[in-house]
C-alpha cells in the first residue's frame, strides 16, 4: 500500500467563502462534507483507479494549500479558524 494516496474533485462551492468542512473515516468508508452535505465517498475497497484508501492503518489530518502548477506563481491566501477532531461511537467502527 502507498504511504500517500491523493483525491481531487470540483466542489462547486465558492471557497473564498467560509464553510464547514468534515472528514468521517471507518473501516468501511471515507466520507467528505461540505457544509454538511457529502461531497465524496470512498467505499468497497480498492479499484484500478485508487487502493484501498479508507483501509489505511492510520491516517493523519494536515491542513495545507497544495500546489497548483501552471505558468509563474500566484498568490493565495488559505485562511483556517479552527480545526478538530471527534471519535465516533464504537458502534461505528471507528479506529
Known amino acids: 500500500m ?14 473564498s467563502q467560509w464553510h464547514n468542512i468534515a472528514v468521517e473515516w471507518t473501516p468501511d468508508h471515507l ?5 454538511g452535505q457529502e461531497w465524496f465517498r470512498f467505499s468497497g475497497g480498492a479499484n484500478e483507479d485508487r487502493d ?11 491542513i495545507q494549500l497544495d500546489n497548483f502548477h501552471g505558468d509563474g506563481l500566484q498568490s493565495a491566501v ?7 477532531v471527534y471519535d465516533l461511537p464504537d458502534d461505528e467502527g471507528a479506529r
Open 31 to 35: 466520507r467528505g462534507f461540505i457544509d
Open 78 to 84: 488559505y485562511e483556517v479558524d479552527w480545526a478538530r
Open 2 to 15: 502507498p504511504v500517500q494516496q491523493e483525491f481531487a474533485r470540483e466542489c462547486g462551492v465558492d471557497l
Open 52 to 62: 484501498c484508501i479508507q483501509c489505511a492503518p492510520s491516517m493523519h489530518q494536515t
